[in-house]
Every structure is written in C-alpha cells, then in structure tokens.
C-alpha cells in the first residue's frame, strides 16, 4: 500500500494483515492505544514507531486519519495505535498492523478459500489441559469437511509446530526470521576451544613456574602446611586470575560489541539476566578447576627436601604433559587457518561456478499487481504478463536495451513457485514453475538439451508447449519427453516441446529441482493439487543493458514506468542479488579468519612465554 501525504505524494507503506488477537496473543509493546480494541474495525491500523517518526514527526498520532492507496483504490484508516518497532531478535517481524477484516479488499476470493494458498501464518494458544497432538488428531476431519466432494486421503497435512522450536528448526515455511543452529553450534564449539587454548597456556606457564615456587612450597610445609592447603592456595590463585580475566572480558564484550554487531551483521545486546549469570558462574567454577587442578597438585606435591636443599624442583615426569599440551595448541591453530583456507575456496568455487545461464549486465524490476484479472492463479498471472508484455513493447525502441524478457520469478531470489500434482500413479509429485516471455531462455543464454524454444514457435506452441530442465526430465522417465504430456489426467491441453539444460534457479545451497517453464499458465493450474509461493504472483521485468549507458537506461525506464504505475521505481541487478545470496558464508569467512588469527595469537604467546620462563630457570 502507499500512504497519501498531505502533498499528495505517495509514500511507501508496507503492513500486514493480523487477526485482533494479535496484539493480545504477543506481548509486543502499544506505546500508544489499547491493545484490546485497536484492531476492531475494518479502517483500524496500527503504525509502528518508525513510521509514525517517518511520516507525522510525533507518536501523538491516535486518532488521526491516514489515507492508503491498495491496489490503486483509496481509503481513510484511523490511527488507533502505535507499536514498538519490531524488536531485532524477534521471529516475527511485522510492519504496519491492519485488520484481517480488510481480506476482501486484497485478495480474490478464491485466493482467501482455496486450500493450496498457504500464504498465512497462524498462531495457536493451547489451553493448559489440551495437547498439540490432541489438536491435531482433529485436523483430518477438519479438512474433510473444508474440502467436501474434492477430499482425496491424505491430500492435504495440517500440522502443528512450537513457536520456541521455529528460529531454528522450521518445520512450516512462512515469514518468520530463522536462525541456523549448526552456525550456532559451530562457533560455540569453537569459542570453546579458544577458551581450552588460552587455559593450556595458564597451566603450561604455571607449571613453568614451579621452579621459582619450589622453596616457597618447601618452607610451608616445613613450617606444617599440609598437602591440601597447598592445594587450595593455588586453586584459589587461579580462581582469583579466573574471575579477574572475565571481569575484564566482561568489560571488553560491552566494549567491541558494537563493532561486532556491525562487522557480522547482527543485533545483539548485553543484558545481565538470571541464566546469564548462571552460565557465567558455571564458567567461571570450570574454567578455574580445570586450568587450576593440575598446577595445584604439581607444587604441592614437591619433596620439601628437596626443595630446600636446591631451590629447584624435578621436572621428571612434566615436560611430557607441556609438550603435549604445546602440540594441542598449534593442531588447533593448524585446523583454524586450513579452515579458512577451505572457505576461501568455497567462496572462489560459488564466485567462478557456471550457474547455466549468462547474468552479466542484467537488471530487473517487479511490477505492480494488475487490478483486473480472471479468477483463479492462472488469470491472474496471465493479467500479469500482458502488463509485463505491454511495458516491453513500450521499451523496445530504447537503444541500449540490449534485449528483454518478463518471467514469475527470477534469479536469486528466494525461492520460485512450486506446484502439486497426482500422477496417473496417483502419487503426489512437485515441481518448480515459471511463467516466461518467449524471449526469456534466449536473453539468459541457456543451452537446449532437445527440443526447442518458445522464440519463433508457433501460436499453437506458445499457447500449449512447456519447456522442462534434464532433473524433471530424468524424474518423468519417458523415452523421448518431446511432445509427451505430463503423467497426469487433470492437466489442460499441453505437450513438452523442449528440454533445457539445467541450471541454478535458486541458490547453490540447494540441488536443482525439476522446472516446467510456459508462457501460458491455464494448462499447468489446472492440473493443481498444490501450490508454494515464497512471493507474490507478480510479474519482473528483466533486461540486458550496456553498462556504459545505464545512468541514461535507468532514467528511461524511469519514464517509462512513471507514465504507467504509481509505486515508486526500483531497477536492480541480479547480480547483486546473486551475491546477497552468499552474504552469510562471507561474514561467516571473515569471522573464522579473525578467530584463525586469534588462535595463532594465543598458540604463539604461550609458547613465546614458556620459552621465556625456561630461559629464566637456567
């Protein structure tokens, strides 16, 4: 939606649609308005406290009326609240809150009805005596009922899942923002080991020691100290350094974690909470014990004799342990820097990988949704490829434009369509499905493993033909797929006129998927059992522009584009798109190249003064 300002200009408004329980289901903040009643009425929204700063300069804002244009029409909510931004830690990340009454307003009614569109995310409040299972041991019926006369068994599964398991294991795809628990696992494992790293070198240096202490521990226990209050001495010697070490390492985290923060891209703050503090004190026990045990029972086990007789005590027996303790150390620093080695070629294998198709000087754009379309998917993905078609035809006359082409979804984007379907098996299939222009396979330079292309095709070709990649090839198992249909009665009037090499739709951390590409979409849909849409049905444009004239490329497409649609203009290269695919194995290299140098640093130094104190003992 985009907000009306006072000089009617428009405004970017993003929202989501919430039932009324919300508000009162999570326990975001209202800074403003009673979460009880906000979310009441169809003409009800909810700003949050950025946007209410962004576009009234105040949260005194209750009350007030903001006008939204969706889906080229205008309406007149009132502001009946103010929430806190979402907080960054949150799963849920939410925008502008408006009713979910608003539904017939933005979506078709079959689009709110049919039981594939799983665009929704819903929450569920158990009562305290009723269990997950026993919800979902009604949902069978529940869809049964929902579907009446087209119920097949097993058609459709409606599970639940834990709000406290979903940032990291998702089970269900929607919104929310996930975590990755084996990154979390990773570095956790490794901080331990540069923790075990910096203790060696504690142990090492304290047994190092023992021979200026060996007439120290001589005399007390000439004097009558026992064994175990020698023992206790230098176990609290290390506690004493233990605690002092996580005082300052306290002070140094709240210090470098803003940079932190900015060099890995996340959010994180330091607060001291009940489990916090339990963590940090089973740490601080663990870590003065097991740096502290062995050098406490060396000294005080020295011959008080001996000791006094010398001044030195044996080191028979020891130097076995440090020289092991050493070889840990640079077999650790060892693996760290052969880590980064390994991600670094990583890194060099995604930048240099043949994806299947050629990306270089190509920029897209997303249209806005048409506001006239036949029912059904199908209609309106068709409603937007004629938009789409009619913008590149406006375009065509534009020199630098080295050649165009619209499609559903594009390059490194999140994830494309994927469609349900029943074999003649009457076994549940998927596959991947893009709506393309004739012109699309020839723009990205993709290779034809059979077949042929859409470009030059007949009518009859275009309106019926559909292309497949060599993975869904492989999975129909047909001697020769040309002008084979699918395996399935339920789909319209098709024929496979194409097979296509396969190539990397989607990111390079998945395997490639069968995919069905057509121009027409009628035949396809109406084969339907299911459907998974990470976006909305809504045409890209893409084109292949000269990289020395796109400042005069971007104007006029922004001309173009400014006498056809409202939404404000936005022309982007895949390429950039492609990489920010790959952002987290690079922050991810950054952070092991900083802890392979950490290592090295903490290896080097125990050495460096073990060297020094052996010196020093001659």
Known sequence: AFYMSKEQEKLDMPFDLVGKGFLKSFDFKLLVGDKNTALDKLESIVLTEKQAMRHFGTLDVLGQTIKLDINDKPYNFSITGVIENTPANSSIQYKSLISDLNNERLLHLQNRTAWYNSSSQFFVELHPN??????????????????????????????????????????????????????????????????????????????????????????????????????????GESFLLTVAAMILSIGVCALLLPSFNQFADKNLILTFSWSLCLALGIALLAIGLLSGVYPAFVLSSFSPVSSLKSGKASQKGRNGLAYGLIVFQFFAAIFFVSSTVIMKNQLAYIAKKDLGYQSEGMVYMTLPGPTEFDPGMAGIMTANGLQAQQLLEKLSQEPAINGSAYANNYFGDGGWMKLDYVDLEEKWKSFSYNQISEDFVELFVMEFVAGKDFKNASDFDKRTGIIINETYAKMLNLEDPIGERIPCKKFGEHRIIGIIKDFHFESLHKAIEPLVMSINPEPIFAGMEGLTMNQSARATVLMKVKLDDFAAVKQEVQSVWEDRFAEPF?????????????????????????????????????????????IRNK
């Open 130 to 235: 009723v269990s997950a299972s026993q919800l979902e041991a009604k949902f069978p019926e529940m869809v049964k009922r929902g579907l009446g006369d087209e119920y097949e068994e097993g058609m459709f599964m409606v599970k639940l899942q834990p709000l406290s398991t979903v940032h990291f294991d998702s089970e269900i795809d929607g919104d929310t923002v996930a975590g990755d628990i084996q990154t979390v696992r990773i570095l956790g494992v490794v901080g331990l080991v540069i923790l075990l790293l910096a203790g060696i070198n504690f142990i090492n240096l304290a047994v190092g020691q023992s021979i200026r202490r060996a007439k120290e521990v001589g005399v007390r226990k000439v004097m009558g100290a026992h064994k175990h209050q020698l023992i206790a001495q230098f176990l």
């Open 570 to 614: 936005d022309l982007k290269f895949i390429d950039t798109k492609l990489q920010n695919l790959y952002e987290k194995e690079q922050r991810t290299n950054a952070m092991v190249n900083l802890i392979a140098a950490l290592a090295i640093i903490i290896a080097s130094l125990g050495l460096l003064g073990l060297a020094a104190l052996t």
